[in-house]
């Protein structure tokens, strides 16, 4: 859905073509007030903003790698450098197929976009059990509702 206004005016989009999302939550806490205090002291040149208007463009044409690629989150850049398992943890989303990634939020937690439901339970099993499991505090592997696809709408 696209938000708008203050979150009351919603839109439905066409549905990322996304199977699983891995929600990782590296091992610290971050101050959401932290977070925007910081964000509020950068100048306007400092912030990347999206281009909102060209993402929903790539929504409407179908473009999901262009989507993945420039979707982000602008507190990420105040954030990320605070706590250096984000970026880390995005990294290692990547190297194991997410498809994209970014911090969720004021963070800490990141998310990746699967496509592929074994490398997304693969890439679970390693951040939860496995070689990575010293960044994250939790590990949660779940996927989009999509309810034109549960209303056997395509």
């Known amino acids: 859905m696209l938000s708008e206004g203050i979150g009351e005016i ?15 939550k590296p091992n610290v806490d971050v101050s959401t007030g932290t977070v925007y205090k910081a964000y509020d002291a950068l100048s ?8 909102t208007d060209q993402l929903l463009d790539y929504v409407t044409k179908g473009d999901w790698d262009a989507l993945l690629r420039e979707t982000s989150n602008v507190l990420e850049d105040v954030t990320a450098p605070m706590e250096k398992s984000i970026p ?8 194991r197929g997410a498809k994209g990634t970014m911090m969720s939020g004021s963070g800490p937690t990141v998310f990746g976009l699967f496509v592929n439901p074994k490398a997304a339970q693969e890439a679970y099993e390693e951040m939860r059990f496995g070689s990575c499991a010293s960044l994250a505090k939790q590990v949660y592997l779940t ?3 999509n309810r034109r696809e549960n209303q056997g709408v395509k």
């Open 10 to 24: 919603l839109t439905e989009l066409s549905p990322l073509p996304t199977k699983s999302v891995l929600l990782v």
């Open 44 to 51: 306007e040149e400092e912030i990347h903003h999206p281009d």
């Open 88 to 95: 880390e943890i995005e990294k290692e989303l990547r190297e």
């Open 143 to 145: 996927s989009f509702y």
